[in-house]
């Protein structure tokens, strides 16, 4: 490697992008193309960053299997940034299959991040475990050990493990410090505050009230019967009912716990499971049939018994019920959870976090912007979406995840 080379890629890894174009700008052979890729993609010019790592890793050609894997690995970031979901995971896998059997462990473990930061992203925690785990964050330079702790809290946060987050991000915050790269302790700062913004509301007798991750935490450890409505679940004790694929349920569920200890007269279980604003016989008797499988659905949770107003819940221990609720109610909350991270995120990237259809997301992406919740640049493939500000909003309850208790 020749002087000018190995100056830009010390000026890279030190976060100075432009000082390592300085050197390499004019330069066309594959390693100054790679660095310039890299370098564009520092200052935020992601395509023209992609352009350059291809041109690179066509110029190392087959005899250079290494220098070809670290621009897979280069583009693959650059995807994951770009929130370009579409992207092969299994070019990925192999550059990072081919940099650790030939003994390049640094750009190996950051391959595995990168697997892994891609893998709880779209809420695929299980995976991103077990990404994380053939990695021994102690061995690392200090940027990459502060992106695998980064990744370790964000685990922490969706499994609700307060503790184990805050740890992690401490190490993270020392590791970016020791890299002096001013975006990598941003990036530590911004994931350290969701821990301090509120992330719920607790409603329960008539009240409500925020809560933080941590309060969150110890609400699900104790032994209230939770009507959880960021992830459409019930939960009491060690006991978790999901109920996200059956909204009708949710709705009546969560309308009795909100009234509970009194009960809910049937005109409000009918407005809130059917949206029903003139009550007939027929509306009754798809209540009745509705509350006999809630009833079902709970099993040993919670009775529901009839009164002269309506329903009403009864409990067969001597707990309380809840209402674990987002602190912004809205149809699209976890389309806005996802592009509160204030990427910007094409449809069919959203489509892919979600689980959803292209079209079901591209549905209510317009609905959003319309309601100027959301907007867009670019046209047709190129469209990409963010969100203009959405205070207080939080995203970790909103995320695609498990319940704590899978």
Known sequence: MDL?????ARALASGDPLAALNRVALRDDPPALALRGIAMAQLGDLGRATALLRRAARGFGPGQPIARARCAVAEAEI?????????????LEAARATLEARGDQSNAAHARTLQARRQLLVGRIGEAERTLAGLDPASLPAASRAACELVAAGIALRRIDTKAARVALDRAGIAAREARIPALVAEVEAAARALDTPSARLIAGGRERPLLLEDVENLLASEALIIDACRHGIRAGDVTLSLATRPVLFALARALAEAWPADAARRTLLQRAFGARHVDESHRARLRVEIGRLRAALGNLAKITATKNGFALKLHHQRAVVVLAPPVENRHAGLLALLADGEAWSSSALAIALGASSRTVQRALDTLARAGKVQSFGRARSRRWTVPSVPG???VLLLPGPLPSD
């Open 79 to 91: 995807a994951f940034v770009s929130r370009d979901l579409a992207w092969p995971e299994a070019a």
């Open 4 to 8: 000018l080379i190995a100056a830009a």
């Open 393 to 395: 909003f939080p995203t």
